[in-house]
Every structure is written in structure tokens, then in C-alpha cells.
């Protein structure tokens, strides 16, 4: 089983319509993220989460919200969906050693979930 | 801010070396990762640079240059299994800030 999920693996929506991206880990890592990528642009960070009390906003969060509801589980909203939107999104997590000078910042990526917006 | 630069895409022979090179500018600049990524796949970590110098990890290897803002990966005795996106990312504030990725193309 994979230690970081996404749910669902493929979505594909209608403009305007609420959606939600789920992420699930058993790393037992503190920080989370999400990604979305682009052919062409690579990975964009949205949004990420230090802990459950942290949310932080990356260089593109404009019409996401997300949700840290558990150390485990961090979950991505798109309130209104827009066809510029369609996109591969990735979820990924990383550890916090507790140590400034240990925390190197690896990445553990989900398998990704592809959504379309038409 | 930081500003990550990589080639779109090189071409190369199987069992040859090709050497992807990344310049970064970058404030509260940690670290320097690699990563590999297959069309429609996750990124898989391949190498971490913190401090300046060659890192080897069986065909990869790895070089970083603070001073510079400079990092290249180096694959060699390239398979065709090689063929794969390779993304250049720097870690500062917590966080991985990605380059757009080099295409690696591998013929035989």
C-alpha cells in the first residue's frame, strides 16, 4: 500500500462545481503539501502545512482552499471549479526532525489525481 | 523568491552521459534536489547537495555550487529506462521550489 494516497486517482468536472482532493499519509509526517503541475511549468506549490494548527498559502492559491483535519490528512477544495484548473495535482509529505539543521525537506509524493474541468 | 532554471529537453545515446545543468536564485537557500519523473507518475527523489561539492550514487551523481547558484546531474552509462523527466528543485523556508524540468530523451 502507498504511504501517501490521493483519492480520487481521476476526476472529471463541470465548470462551477465544488470539488474536493484528498490526501492521506501513514508516514506520520508532520508537513504536508500541495502541487499542481502543468506541462511546460513543472510543480507549483498551493498550499502546505507545517502542523494541524498551520496552513500556509504557496505562489499560487488563488480559488483553492484546503483543510488539515488530521496530522494524516490534508485535503484540497476547489470552491468553484474553472477549466484552467485542469491539472495533475500531487500531494507530498515531508518530516520534521525537530532538528532545523536535519530537516533536509524531501519530498514523499502521493500518485497524483488528474482533474479535468470542462 | 526563488528562480529555478533548467534546459526544456537533451537527447542523448543509450549508454552515454548527459549532464543537466540548474542555476537557482533563491533567498534562505537549504539544499538542492533532483528528482526523476515518468510521464504521469510521481516524482521519485534521486539527490541531495547542501554543501558544495560532487555527491555519487551508483550511475547519478550530483554537484552543487553555492557560491554560483549552480547544480548539474550527471547520469551515465545511460538505459533506455533513463528516458524521463528530471526535475531540479532548491529547499529554502521549508518548502521545495521545482524548475520546470529537463526532458531526457535516451535513443539507441
Known amino acids: 500500500d502507498a504511504d501517501v494516497t490521493q483519492t480520487p486517482r481521476n476526476r472529471i468536472t463541470k465548470t462551477g462545481k465544488r470539488i474536493m482532493l484528498e490526501c492521506s499519509q501513514t508516514k506520520g509526517h508532520d508537513r504536508m503539501y500541495w502541487y499542481r503541475q502543468d506541462p511546460g511549468l513543472g510543480l507549483r506549490l498551493i498550499y502546505y502545512s507545517f502542523d494541524v494548527k498551520d496552513i500556509n498559502k504557496g505562489e499560487i492559491s488563488d480559488g483553492y482552499s484546503v483543510s488539515r483535519q488530521a496530522q494524516a490528512k490534508f485535503s484540497l477544495s476547489l470552491e468553484s471549479a474553472i477549466p484552467n484548473q485542469t491539472a495533475l495535482y500531487f500531494c507530498a509529505t515531508s518530516p520534521n526532525t525537530g532538528d532545523p539543521t536535519k530537516n533536509t525537506g524531501e519530498l514523499f509524493f502521493g500518485e497524483g489525481s488528474r482533474l479535468t474541468v470542462l | 523568491g526563488q528562480n529555478i532554471d533548467q534546459p526544456t529537453e537533451m537527447t542523448a545515446t543509450e549508454g552515454a552521459i548527459v549532464q543537466i545543468n540548474c542555476t537557482y536564485q533563491?533567498?534562505?537557500?537549504?539544499?538542492l534536489f533532483w528528482y526523476q519523473q515518468h510521464a504521469g507518475e510521481a516524482p521519485t527523489f534521486l539527490s541531495y547537495n547542501v554543501l558544495d561539492g560532487l555527491e555519487e550514487k551508483g550511475r547519478f551523481s550530483s554537484f552543487l555550487s553555492r557560491s554560483k547558484g549552480y547544480s548539474y546531474l550527471l547520469l551515465k552509462e545511460l538505459q533506455m529506462k533513463d528516458s524521463a523527466s528530471y526535475l531540479c528543485a532548491g529547499y529554502s523556508w521549508g518548502k521545495l521550489q521545482f524548475g520546470a524540468g529537463t526532458q531526457v530523451v535516451v535513443t539507441p
Open positions: 533563491t533567498s534562505g537557500f537549504n539544499g
